[in-house]
T-cell receptor, first 115, second 113 residues
Framework: SQTIHQWPATLVQPVGSPLSLECTVE??????LYWYRQAAGRGLQLLFY??????ISSEVPQNLSASRPQDRQFILSSKKLLLSDSGFYLC??????????????FGPGTRLTVL | AQSVTQLDSHVSVSEGTPVLLRCNYS??????LFWYVQHPNKGLQLLLK??????LVKGINGFEAEFKKSETSFHLTKPSAHMSDAAEYFC???????????FGTGTKLQVIP
């Protein structure tokens, strides 16, 4: 069966510090991968998605970046965190079939607090 | 283009009474529709999905949703609320072959004992 992992589970970082959040998927090949942010009192905002190694699409301009160095690994990074980067970050995957409408499966999330 | 509207940001029901969470969508194509549940500080769990088969979809934990094309709705229901149903619920639409989805803003369900 497929599983998705995120770490760390919680993170407290000072403003201006770097960030690296990792997401890995097991039990599937060539998944589509997604990063979402959920800010307090707001819905889910799609940040990045990837349909293959090295292929990243950005949905919103921001100081965050994403990379996919391996098929089942998705990394969210920042060189300098802002207060507004605080939130709950969710990684998700679904089957990489371009003509399908598959549901996404979510990881447990990372709670990021920027002070 | 696609969008989804969850008509209520908060819903409060008594334990044992029916639950109705409303969702309307717009889509240029025949969409797939999903409901997810999120408990505090947890990831999202899929409750059910509609993918152009039966219009009445049964999900986990006794939830159901009915796809009504004429009303562009996909409301979530449950006959009898349980305390463990207290959570936030998201309606999601996907009508793109490029695998992008649109989330509603969520409905927080409170269950009163």
């Amino acid at each position: 069966s497929q599983t998705i992992h995120q770490w760390p589970a919680t993170l407290v970082q000072p403003v201006g510090s770097p960030l690296s959040l990792e997401c890995t998927v097991e039990g599937t090949s060539n998944p589509n991968l997604y990063w979402y942010r959920q800010a307090a009192g707001r819905g889910l905002q799609l940040l990045f998605y990837s349909v293959g190694i090295g292929q990243i699409s950005s949905e919103v301009p921001q100081n965050l970046s994403a990379s996919r160095p391996q098929d089942r690994q998705f990394i969210l990074s920042s060189k300098k965190l802002l207060l507004s980067d605080s939130g709950f970050y969710l990684c998700a995957w679904n089957a990489g079939l371009s003509s399908s409408y598959n549901e996404q499966f979510f990881g447990p999330g990372t709670r990021l607090t920027v002070l | 283009a696609q969008s989804v509207t969850q008509l209520d940001s908060h819903v409060s029901v008594s334990e044992g009474t029916p639950v109705l969470l409303r969702c309307n969508y717009s889509s240029s194509y025949s969409p797939s529709l999903f409901w997810y549940v999120q408990h505090p500080n947890k990831g999202l769990q899929l409750l059910l999905k509609y993918t152009s088969a039966a219009t009445l979809v049964k999900g986990i934990n006794g939830f159901e949703a009915e796809f009504k094309k004429s009303e562009t709705s996909f409301h979530l229901t449950k006959p009898s609320a349980h305390m463990s149903d207290a959570a936030e619920y998201f309606c999601v639409v996907n009508s793109g072959g490029y695998q992008k989805v649109t989330f509603g803003t969520g409905t927080k369900l409170q269950v009163i004992p």
